[in-house]
């Protein structure tokens, strides 16, 4: 029954091809929540404007990136999948929640201290208060529960202080949302600098793998992976980052617990272990990458798909609008 089923929000950026950290950390909990809660899930498009991008190059990953969720098994017909610039509704209570959020809260937020450092000669309001307008989409749909990878989860926690800010302020008006961060592969680190989180925008492209890259390619970057010189298959991610990774990645691709893992390769070295995990690795691809290519060739109904999920998503954006216009006294032409 629609009434009893909690909400999920999440997003995801269009700034470059996914990669499998995006996959293990975040797309496969949205594939598997769909059933349970009323879901939404989204293509972050605003949030990736806020380190330059190519406007031809953009316009194209937002469609890719959105072929890639409903490859992931994120099926529109059983969520709301939609591009965030298309429902209007979240820049609106963006600017409303700017104006709840403080200058202190937002200088602690360590993603910003990340990407300003790496973007010193664009460091933009917007890259500042990105983590308001990540609120504004997750309050916008009273989403109960938000599965993002362990990165996220400083943004969650404010927009849990900023709904909590305005709810004791202009009185109950949204649901205090909660992270869902899985206990392994919220955080799959870098093949080649295995201290750093794996990201789609590394410049290097051996240090992720991609959900599109080809069986081969993922062979390749895995043999080439950093690992140590004590040649024991172990997990000890303080110590031992490279090898604990790719015991992650195969553990998770290969849904076996940690302690099976750490059995499995019991004895043996680290061929083995970059082999299996390429194997691994590609039997979670082999299914994406096959959609994925067959829904490149069908735009028409992937833009009918958006279109339908931008409708849905801003029926229900607009009832929260309404009623953060009304709390807040900006309704006067009622
Ligand atoms: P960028 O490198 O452009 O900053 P990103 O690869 O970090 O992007 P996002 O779009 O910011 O990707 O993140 C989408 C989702 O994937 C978020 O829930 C994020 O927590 C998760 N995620 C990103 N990188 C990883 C990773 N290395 N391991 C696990 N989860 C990840
Ligand atoms: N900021 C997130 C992407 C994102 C998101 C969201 C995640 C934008 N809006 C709402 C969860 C809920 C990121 O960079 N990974």
Known sequence: ???VRKTVLSGIQPSGVLTLGNYLGALKQWAQMQDDYL?????ADLHSITVRQEPAVLRRRISETYALLLACGIDPDRSIVFVQSQVPEHTQLSWIMNCITYVGELNRMTQFKDKSAKHA???????FTYPVLMASDILLYQAHCVPVGA???QHVELTRDVATRFNNAYGETFVVPEPYIPKF???????????KKMSKSDPNPNAFLLLTDDADTVVRKLRRAVTDCEGVIAYDPENRPGVSNLLTIYSVCANMSMEDAQKHFDGLG???????????VNAVLDPIREEYARLLTDKAYLSERMKDGAEKASAIARKTIRKVYRKVGLDCMR
Do not use: F, W
């Not at 879901?39 to 293509?43: D, E, G, I, K």
């Not at 000669?121 to 890259?127: E, H, K």
């Not at 680290?270 to 691994?280: N, P, R, S």
């Open 39 to 43: 879901s939404l899930y989204m293509v």
């Open 270 to 280: 680290y061929g083995a272990l970059k082999q299996e995990t390429a194997d691994a």
């Open 1 to 3: 029954m629609e009434s």
């Open 185 to 195: 592969g919220a955080r799959i680190m870098s093949l080649q600098e295995p201290e």
């Open 121 to 127: 000669d664009n460091v933009n309001a917007g890259l």
């Open 151 to 153: 990165d996220q989860k």
